[in-house]
């Protein structure tokens, strides 16, 4: 999964986003549509870190996604 994937599917991952990032609120998802620029600054404006750390969870989201993703294509479930 990449940033263009989960831009794509975004409505799919909001729901993980809000619970991984529990201070961003539904309009700030409705924002951020999968941008990563829009999630990073959200991220740091939230949760005062710096741009490096914001981008670092970031792309930690992505890297569980695409997991589970994974999973669920192994599975049979995809």
Do not use: C, P
């Not at 619970?19 to 998802?29: A, F, Q």
């Amino acid at each position: 999964m990449n940033w263009d994937q989960l831009h794509g599917k975004w409505k799919q991952y909001k729901g993980s986003a809000k619970v991984r990032w529990g201070k961003l609120t539904d309009d700030d998802l409705d924002v951020i549509d999968g941008s990563r620029q829009q999630l990073i600054g959200k991220l740091q404006e939230y949760y005062g870190i710096t741009k490096e750390a914001a981008e670092k969870q970031a792309e930690e989201f992505v890297d569980t996604l695409k997991a589970g993703h994974e999973q669920a294509q192994r599975a049979g479930r995809i």
